[in-house]
C-alpha cells in the first residue's frame, strides 16, 4: 500500500539549532499534512500542501511541497524547547481528500535548554 | 467542549478478557478513523469509518472490531485480548482535508 518514508527518526538539538525532517514517497502525493504530537498528547494537524512546489509559514516553521510532488520537509529555525514531540508527514492512502490517513513514522525531536 | 473524546484514558486488563474503548465527536465529521501506536510511536491506521463504509486495515486481526451505532460514534471492541495488544489507541475524526484526535487510551494486557 501506500506509504511514506520519513527522516530521521529521531533527531537531538541544542537549543537555539535548527531542525528538518523529511518525508519521501514513491509515487506522486495528492497533498501532504504535518502533524506534531507533543510527549503524552496526542496528534495536532499543523498544515496541508497541496500545489507543487508549495512552501508554507508557520512563525519558525517552514513547510515545503517537492516540484514533483513525491517529497516534503518540515524545517524548524532556532528550535525551543516548547518545539519538543513527535513530527509526522501524512498522506490519504487513496489519494484524494478522504480515505484513510497514513502516517509517516514520525521523527522524535529533543531539544536539550 | 472536547472534539473527540474516548474513554477510558487508561484501560488495564488480563490476558484472555474482551473490552471496549469508546469514541465520540461533535464535529459533524463523517469519517471517523481508529489507530494504534505502539511503543516505538509509530501510528498505524486499523479503521475508518465513512457513510456506514467500512475500510480495514488487512493487518488488523479480526479480534478488533468497530462498532458505530451513529455518524457520532465509533467504538472499539477487542476480544481475547492478547499482550502484543498493549498500545495506545486514539480515534480521530475528519471533514476531508484534517483529522481531530481523540486523548488516546492506554491499554495495557498483563
Known amino acids: 500500500g501506500q506509504q511514506v518514508m520519513q527522516i530521521p527518526q529521531y533527531q537531538h538539538v541544542q537549543e537555539g539549532e535548527d531542525f528538518t525532517t523529511y518525508c519521501n514517497s514513491s509515487?506522486?502525493?495528492?497533498?501532504i499534512q504535518w502533524y506534531k504530537q507533543r510527549p503524552g498528547g496526542h496528534p495536532v494537524f499543523l498544515i496541508q500542501?497541496?500545489?507543487?512546489?508549495e512552501v508554507k509559514k508557520q512563525k519558525r516553521l517552514t513547510f515545503q511541497f517537492g516540484e514533483a510532488k513525491k517529497n516534503s520537509s518540515l524545517h524548524i529555525t532556532a528550535t525551543q524547547t516548547t518545539d519538543v514531540g513527535t513530527y509526522f508527514c501524512v498522506t490519504p492512502a487513496y489519494g484524494g481528500s478522504q480515505g484513510n490517513l497514513i502516517f509517516g513514522k514520525g521523527t522524535k525531536l529533543s531539544v536539550k535548554p | 467542549d472536547t472534539a473527540v473524546s474516548q474513554t477510558p484514558k487508561y484501560l488495564v486488563t488480563q490476558m484472555g478478557n474482551d473490552k471496549s474503548i469508546k469514541c465520540e465527536q461533535n464535529l459533524g465529521h463523517d469519517t471517523m478513523y481508529w489507530y494504534k501506536q505502539d511503543s516505538k510511536k509509530f501510528l498505524k491506521i486499523m479503521f475508518s469509518y465513512n457513510n456506514k463504509e467500512l475500510i480495514i486495515n488487512e493487518t488488523v486481526p479480526n479480534r478488533f472490531s468497530p462498532k458505530s451505532p451513529d455518524k457520532a460514534h465509533l467504538n472499539l471492541h477487542i476480544n481475547s485480548l492478547e499482550l502484543g495488544d498493549s498500545a495506545v489507541y486514539f480515534c480521530?475524526?475528519?471533514?476531508?482535508?484534517?483529522?481531530?484526535f481523540g486523548q488516546g487510551t492506554r491499554l495495557t494486557v498483563v
Open positions: 509515487t506522486t502525493l495528492s497533498n
Open positions: 480521530a475524526s475528519s471533514q476531508g482535508i484534517l483529522a481531530f
Open positions: 500542501l497541496v500545489k507543487s512546489g
